[in-house]
Each structure stands twice: as structure tokens, then as C-alpha cells.
């Protein structure tokens, strides 16, 4: 298990005062969610009360890229928990799997942290189509 201690790294630049950077839990979450959305399968990230409240936030004119991400930020680790909508038809673990790998080298490249584990949980399946149209979403 990771250090729960949000200091991630203590960094000395050549001819520069020198001190230590913080980089708080939040900020790994936004970095992991552009991450994983930008792998080709993934349609959204969160379970379904996350992405209806994301719904809401995006209408009111925010959106929370951090949505349906987990992480635990210790000083040199990170362990992160995601949770995808995959799109259909395609592999449900050939796009877990590229989500590990874009997440992984995003925190390790832009952090400058290992990654510990990367757990993804397969939320849903979109299927194009499915959507409801605003006349069914109604009640009457």
C-alpha cells in the first residue's frame, strides 16, 4: 500500500534555489483522467451516477476530469483506481489494458512518480444508439 502523504518529490535545480514540489492528489486524478479519455475505445470515464452528475457539471459549463478516477499519491508512488464506459464492439480488455499504459506513462512522465497499480473496472458498454432521445428521457 502507498503512502498517503501528498508530497511527491523533492527537486533541486542547478544554479536555482532549490526546495521541495508538492503535487496533490487532485491534480494526479486530472492528469490520469485526460489520459484515459484519450485512449480509442474508452466513451466516458465513471459509473453511471458519476457520469449524471458529470452531465449536469458539463451543462452548467464545468466539466470534471477527474471523473470516475481514484488515486492514492504517496512520496515516490501512485496507486490509481479507474472506472470506463468502453464503446461497442471493442475489446473490453484491449482497452483496459491501453488505459493502464496511457495512464501509467502519463503520471511517470508528467509526475515524475512509479506507478504501483493501475486497477480498471469496466463500468458499462456503450452501444451506439442507445441513447435515449429528449422526447423518451421525459416524463410524462
Known amino acids: 500500500m502507498v503512502d498517503k502523504t501528498p508530497i511527491i518529490s523533492t527537486a533541486t535545480t542547478t544554479g536555482a534555489a532549490s526546495g521541495k514540489t508538492t503535487v496533490v492528489d487532485p491534480v494526479v486524478a486530472k492528469i490520469a483522467g485526460i489520459a484515459a479519455r484519450e485512449v480509442p475505445g474508452v466513451f466516458a470515464l465513471g459509473g453511471g451516477a458519476a457520469r449524471a452528475i458529470g452531465a449536469i457539471r458539463e451543462a452548467i459549463g464545468g466539466a470534471d476530469l477527474s471523473q470516475g478516477i481514484k ?3 504517496g512520496e515516490t508512488q501512485v496507486a490509481v483506481d479507474i472506472s470506463i464506459v468502453v464503446e461497442y464492439p471493442q475489446p473490453l480488455q484491449y482497452v483496459a ?6 495512464v501509467a506513462t502519463a503520471i511517470q512522465q508528467l509526475v515524475g ?5 493501475i486497477n480498471v473496472t469496466v463500468s458499462d458498454v456503450h452501444i451506439p444508439g442507445e441513447e435515449p432521445t429528449e422526447a423518451e428521457a421525459r416524463v410524462s
Open 97 to 102: 489494458d491501453g488505459v493502464r499504459a496511457a
Open 113 to 117: 512518480m512509479e506507478v504501483t497499480e
Open 71 to 73: 488515486v492514492e499519491v
